[in-house]
């Protein structure tokens, strides 16, 4: 985020897109509520109807995967209507003309028929964006799990430069993180392309320093993104895999390429807290400690290093994951892996990231937790970013052009699937499985169908239907609800034995390479008897108060397995 979480509750609008905030982030949802109270405006762009929608000023249900249109369609409105903030425009970016001539693709009738939202609405949030000071914009997986993700974040600081709504307090460009510590993974060089603190590989200076600093040789050329890892083990070049804190086998695009690959690598490690799906491939499973029984820190969604303190020991033979790795390297005589805990490998954090220099367990335990960038003892820690001057100096528009989902519905695949998350599990529900509250809440899979959809396809709310892509098929209950628009299907990747990622198109983003989990094409179909040979059977059925659930048959492992 390049703001700070508080700040949402004082901003005067918000645009939320993409995120089913009170789902997946529900603290930050409080400061949304908190906003609208005071009188802020909230504008939510989402396919489906999400819990935002019901206290948003505007909803924009748009079509999967028409975001760049949709947003370069409200750019124009502000530049048509001189909306913008030229004094910002002028003295803060570049760019600005290139930009502007691709917004002419972008007219607000052809926007409405891309989007399916119409034109009136698109202008009316341009207009109620533009008006109101300071705009937060708060996106997440619904803008970047798209072939043209990169090209949906470009849009969003576009949009909050043309208006002046970046380097002050409750506006910005805000994605929200998902994982509790995925920003730390990533400011710690957990990416293929940077050291820690986002210093680049290919970077000779930057990578000089850690040689340095390491006392070795490092590569001179970055790693391979996930994505990319699996096509490398599928053909035989990447032979051996050390996979910590991960589920692939449930949560990538396209499963049975995943498994396929699973099985064509030679050696495979997984670390995991619990037995997984992906654990059943490796020949080495070790096994880790959870985040309530070791010592560390978190950094959170703001850029905020926090402590996380140890309040039990490990199960068994379970050690904390930095253990476990300086162990590995021990083995293989690796110098320099020798923490003697977690306060030490922080200490070599420090004084190879500048952002993280001034941060340290004794400021972290009297302040409570600091945000990034930190460069000294003496600094606060930074509360918004791109104050005065963006990182790069002058903030740079990007020209953007509309491209297609790369799998669009036809006459064999007729609804776009769109997936997602319940508020009841998290991802390959490895953990929320095994709480039976939990499991009361959200005990299986269902795949939302339109009304219209459902009644043309003669599928009652709770039936069981197959769900079919070019990929796989998936046996599943209906849930009919216009809470999804006629077209478009929704599922979570949460239920192994009905898992969307069979389904899913593994077509990527080319520049960050992450999959297109938003948009793939499937058919939805019954799968039980006719209504009328269903009332037969149960007639012939000897006891007939069997429950409902009891009756239907059980769901078949995923074909494509
Ligand atoms: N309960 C729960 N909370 C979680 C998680 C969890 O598994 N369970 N996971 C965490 C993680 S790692 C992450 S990354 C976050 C993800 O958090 P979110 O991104 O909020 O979650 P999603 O449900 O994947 O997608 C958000 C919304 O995008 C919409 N959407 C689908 N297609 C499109 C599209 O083309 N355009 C737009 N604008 N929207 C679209 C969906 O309808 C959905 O409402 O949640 C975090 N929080
Ligand atoms: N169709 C579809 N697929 C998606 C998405 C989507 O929206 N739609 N979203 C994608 C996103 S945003 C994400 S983040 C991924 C998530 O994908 P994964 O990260 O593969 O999913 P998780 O279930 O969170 O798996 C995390 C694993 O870490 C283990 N674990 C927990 N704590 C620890 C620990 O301290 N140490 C170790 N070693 N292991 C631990 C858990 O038991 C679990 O097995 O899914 C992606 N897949
Ligand atoms: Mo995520």
């Not at 389904?503 to 793939?520: H, Q, S």
């Not at 000897?542 to 769901?555: D, G, L, R, T």
Request: include cysteine; hydrophobic fraction near 40%.
């Amino acid at each position: 985020m390049t703001n700070s979480i508080e700040e949402i509750g004082n901003a005067a609008c918000m645009f939320a897109i993409g995120t089913n905030t009170t789902a997946d982030h529900p603290v930050i949802a409080l400061e949304i509520k908190e906003a609208v109270k005071k009188g802020g405006k909230l504008i939510v762009a989402d396919p489906r109807h999400i819990d935002l929608v019901d206290i948003a000023d505007i909803w924009l249900r748009h079509q999967p995967g028409s975001d760049v249109a949709l947003m370069m369609g409200m750019m124009k409105v502000i530049v048509d209507e001189g909306l913008l903030d030229q004094e910002f425009v002028d003295d803060r970016c570049e760019n600005f003309d290139e930009f502007k001539a691709s917004l002419a693709n972008f007219e607000i009738d052809k926007v409405a028929r891309i989007t399916g939202v119409p034109a009136e609405d698109i202008a009316a949030a341009a207009r109620m964006y533009a008006a109101h000071s300071p705009a937060s914009i708060l996106y997440c997986m619904g803008i970047t799990q798209h072939t043209h993700g990169t090209d949906n974040v470009m849009a969003t600081a576009n949009l909050a430069m043309l208006t002046g709504n970046i380097g002050k307090p409750s506006a910005g460009v805000n994605p929200l993180r998902g994982q509790n510590n995925v920003q730390g993974a990533c400011d710690l060089g957990a990416l293929p392309n940077v050291y820690t603190g986002y210093q680049q590989v290919a970077d000779d200076e930057a990578r000089a320093r850690f040689e340095k600093a390491w006392g070795c040789q490092l590569p001179e050329k970055p790693g391979l993104p996930l994505t990319e890892m699996f096509h490398a083990m599928e053909e035989g070049w990447i032979k051996c895999v050390y996979l910590m804190g991960e589920n692939p086998v449930l949560s990538d695009p396209d499963t049975s390429h995943i498994r396929e690959a699973l099985e064509k690598a030679e050696f495979l490690v997984v670390q995991d807290i619990f037995m997984t799906e992906t654990a059943e491939f490796a020949d080495v499973v070790l096994p880790a400690a959870s985040f309530a029984e070791k010592d560390g820190t978190f950094a959170n969604t703001e850029r905020r290093v926090q402590r996380v303190r140890k309040a039990f020991d490990p199960p068994g033979q379970a050690r904390a994951d930095w253990q476990i790795v300086c162990d590995i390297a021990h083995r293989m005589e690796k110098k320099g892996l020798d923490f003697a805990n977690a306060e030490a490998v922080f200490e070599e954090i420090r004084k190879v990231t500048p952002s993280y220099k001034g941060i340290s367990y004794k400021r972290l335990d009297k302040e409570g937790g600091i945000q990034w960038p930190c460069p000294s003892d003496d600094h606060p820690g930074t509360k918004f970013l791109h104050s005065g001057q963006f990182t790069r100096g002058k903030g740079r528009f990007a020209p953007l052009a509309y491209r297609e989902p790369a799998e669009l519905p036809d006459a064999e695949y007729p609804l776009v699937l769109t997936t997602g998350r319940s508020p009841y599990h998290y991802h390959t529900a490895t953990m929320t499985r095994k709480s039976a509250g939990l499991n009361t809440l959200g005990p299986e899979e269902l795949v939302w169908i339109n009304p219209e959809d459902a009644q043309k396809l003669g599928i009652d709310n709770g039936e069981w239907v197959t769900v079919t892509s070019r990929r796989g098929t998936v046996p599943v209950r209906a849930n009919v609800t216009d809470k999804t628009q006629p077209g478009v299907v929704f599922m979570t990747f949460h239920y192994a034995e009905a898992c969307a990622n069979v389904l899913t198109n593994p077509a990527i983003d080319p520049v960050c390479k992450t999959p297109e989990f938003k948009v793939c094409a499937v058919k939805v179909e019954r799968k039980t008897e006719t209504p009328a040979a269903r009332l037969e059977a149960t007639a012939e059925e000897p006891e007939p108060a069997q429950s409902e659930q009891s009756e239907e048959p059980e769901p078949e492992a995923a074909t494509a397995t």
